[in-house]
């Protein structure tokens, strides 16, 4: 007999709760056992999935129910069974210990649970890669040379994928399973005490005013509300909601409005504190303090940011295009007065984070921080009903986090068992010829195609577990492999075909998705021009002395000036074909962090500026279409 909707909605968000509580408590105390930790987090999340994602839309309610109801209850079976086998799994000796019937069928089946939750979270794409891995374990020896592997028996795949902490259970999903989850229930309750909207409106108060202001304040809280949240699409529909048609009444057309929220939602993921999930697995990739893969991420994440600014305000400036009304926003120290404790929080992570804190421990003290100072304003104090939907909104925000993660730990686990990485990196230095320019390229190549229509996390650790390596042994730091992979992974979120977050701001807006997409690539060039220069030079990471890293700020950032206006065509009105070519040379040798590339750049720009200061005259609102 089927529960009611009332009760099964009962049931779904105490099992969140739960779970929430389970992460809080090992965030106050410490975390459990690995594999504990990780079966508890991962298989009740199995669960949720299945209980809270319908398995076909197309399907009547009643009868979807009869499929995910039984696959929920046995996710929570198997997760019973890890919990009472713990100590016996953990002991046992990989490969040689014996295995019992159920660790066999358990094992069997929780593959399958995973490649199904991956397919209802983010659709065919990762699951379809993840059970072609499987398969060619099992069956790699009947491939052609040179991909001809020894095929692995059935039991030590079950083994590997089920009973160690090296794929399912692995670093990902251990990275998932402690300070991810709990930065996701600390944006939730940011959230329900009103802090999401209180981005909104200081940027409002910043930049609302200037020329364009509309796609300005898109870009500000899009990358204040995307340092928290940490995932493209959820921070589209988190402030693209209010920003797109906030832009489309005051003059942008739909697919550049879409492409703003898309191409600015993307960088929450590269922006610290937080970042997102995949930055948290990186850390655990490279062995290093989560604070190191911040610091090298800042110089990037503001280039970024900064060249979406320049793209919305010459827009701006060439249709005409004004700023919101005086009277539509608040004062700035009005906003502040009203949620200026909502930053208390976000020092008290970046001080634990500087001190060497775990970000699992800095994550749980900023989410005591929020509720505690959050009780001081009327406005954002929250009660018992608040704080569980806080609870339950994390577990459901987890969700495809963990299960993408555990899928990707089956591409890991082959990895692991065949060796398939060897000969990858054999293959993409036989193709590039050990050249390192196409080597680089090959390698993007590869990360946008594995991008497609996956979210980053699970992209990138596939990227870092193929294309890491090849680049590490050709001489480039981990770091700046590990970057590079990663920026290449983030590049499918905006560029068709598959391109969630164009996808998600064209639907808000009204536009077309592939157009939307090409915007959004034109308005965030940086990530595409960044991740070659840092290899290259690890200075614009951040890696280096000090007065290679001003110069390297000073002028790169002076680059994307040169290449905004390059790209755009505009400055004090339109720019020919040869000096836009002109600009694009500049940028590109400002950018470049070498002294005299950084000198023959900065005498072209100076140049060029000088040209057009000179022959600039005063102009009306140019007719130009809206994108």
Known sequence: MMLDARAARWMIGALAVALSIFHLWAGAFGAFESMLQRTVHLMTLLALCFLTVPCSPRLPARVAERIDLPLGLLALAIDAYLIVEHDRIVRREWYYGPMT????????????????????????PLPTIAGAFVLYALLGNHFPSPLTIRATDP???????FLTPQAIFGTPTGASATFVYLFIVFGAFLQVTG?????????????????????????????????????????????????????????YGANFAGAVEAAASTGGQIMPPVMGAAAFIMAEFLGVAYL????????????????????????????????????????????????????VPLLVML????????????????????????????????????????????????????????????????????GLGINFISAILGLSGGLYLPTLVLILLACFVLGMGMP????????????????????????????????????????????LAAYAGAAIAGGDPFRTGLIA???????????????????????????????????????????????????????????????????????????????????????????RLRHR???????????
Not at 101 to 124: H, N, Y
Not at 155 to 161: A, G, P, Q, S, V
Not at 307 to 324: D, F
Not at 621 to 626: H, R, Y
Request: aromatic content about 10%.
């Open 101 to 124: 019937t159920l660790d066999v069928l358990f094992g069997a089946l929780t593959i399958v649970l995973v490649l199904e939750a991956a397919r209802r979270t983010t659709g065919w």
């Open 155 to 161: 039991l030590t795949l079950i083994d590997h994928m």
């Open 195 to 251: 802090g999401g909207r209180f981005f909104i409106d200081v940027a409002m108060a910043m930049v609302g005013r200037f020329t364009g202001g509309a796609a300005k304040v898109a870009v500000i809280s899009s990358s204040l509300f995307g340092t928290i949240s940490g995932h493209s699409v959820a921070n589209v529909y988190g402030t693209g909601t209010f920003t797109i048609p906030l832009m489309k009444r005051f003059g």
């Open 292 to 343: 190191s893969v911040m610091v090298a991420a800042i110089l990037p994440a503001c280039l970024f940011y900064l060249s979406v600014y320049l793209g919305v305000h010459n827009e701006a400036v060439k249709r005409g295009l004004r700023g919101v009304p005086a009277e539509e926003i608040d004062p700035l120290a009005a906003v502040l007065r009203r949620g200026a404790h909502f930053a």
């Open 351 to 418: 001080v634990l984070l500087f001190r060497g804190y775990t970000p699992f421990r800095a994550a749980f003290a900023a989410i005591v921080t929020l509720v505690a100072v959050a009780l001081l304003r009327r406005a954002t104090r929250i009660g018992p009903r608040q704080a569980w939907e806080a609870l339950e909104a994390g577990a459901r925000g987890s969700i495809m986090i963990a299960t993408t993660v555990g899928c990707a730990g089956l591409i890991v686990g082959v990895l692991d068992l065949t």
């Open 456 to 499: 980053t996390a699970p992209a990138y650790i596939i990227a870092a577990l193929i294309g890491a390596p090849t680049l590490i042994q050709m001489g480039t730091i981990p770091m700046a492999a590990h970057m590079f992979v990663f920026y290449g992974a983030l590049l499918s979120s905006i560029t068709p075909p598959v391109a």
């Open 521 to 611: 690539v034109r308005l965030g060039f940086v990530k595409l021009l960044v991740p070659f220069l840092f290899v290259y030079n690890p200075v614009l990471l951040w890696i280096g002395g000090w007065h290679e890293i001003v110069q390297a700020t000073v002028t790169a950032t002076v680059g994307v000036f040169a290449l905004s206006y390059g790209f755009d065509g505009w400055l004090w009105g339109p720019v020919g074909p040869l000096l836009r070519a002109a600009f694009l040379v500049a940028g590109l040798a400002l950018m470049v962090p070498e002294l005299y590339t950084d000198l023959a750049g900065a005498a072209l720009f100076v140049a060029i500026f000088a040209l």
């Open 617 to 627: 005259r005063p102009l009306a609102a140019a007719p130009v279409p809206a994108e």
